[in-house]
């Protein structure tokens, strides 16, 4: 019996050490949470500041005039009765409508270099949607070149036709 006694004292002594454990692990558990809610909600503010400063950003566009432009002759199909025309209509994005005024002093530069580029084109160049994807990117990239520091973030083609 005084085994049996021993043996109830040793097992009621580790169930206060269990239910500290368990009462500390509680506590550490509603803290981090708590501060994890308070971080969450009332946390900086800088990061609505950044938000609401990309919002005020107003996407603009810029109509380029129509372009009429002949292309270089095609070697590999020559054109029976003359060459190869090709109109364009293009207009440019860009992502703040304050550097529209900036990119629309630079369009007879900008009409200069895509008349330049697409003077040498030929039809074949042209064939399929992989070819003005193509196209699309080399008129970007120019137009880039030519607005720096500004930026152009793409050109959207209105009208392509090729005769």
């Known amino acids: 019996m005084a085994e049996e006694e021993k043996s109830a004292a040793a097992e009621g002594g580790g169930k206060p050490k269990s239910k500290m454990l368990i009462v500390i692990i509680a506590a550490i558990v509603l803290i981090g949470g708590g501060v994890g809610g308070y971080i969450f909600l009332l946390g900086p503010k800088k990061d609505k500041a950044e938000h609401a400063e990309v919002e005020k950003k107003v996407t603009a566009f810029l ?6 432009i002949g292309m270089s002759p095609d070697t590999a199909q020559p054109t ?29 530069r900008i009409e200069d270099i895509f008349q330049v580029y697409l003077r040498e084109m030929r039809p074949v160049d042209l064939q399929g949607s992989a070819a003005i994807l193509r196209l699309k990117e080399e008129l970007l990239h120019r137009v880039n070149l030519a607005v720096q520091p500004k930026k152009v973030e793409a050109v959207l083609i209105k009208e392509l036709l090729i005769q």
């Open 63 to 68: 109509d380029i005039k129509d372009m009429m």
């Open 80 to 108: 029976i009765g003359g060459a190869h025309m090709m109109k364009l209509h293009v207009a440019l994005e860009i992502a703040d409508a304050k550097e529209l005024p900036a990119v629309q002093s630079l369009q007879p």
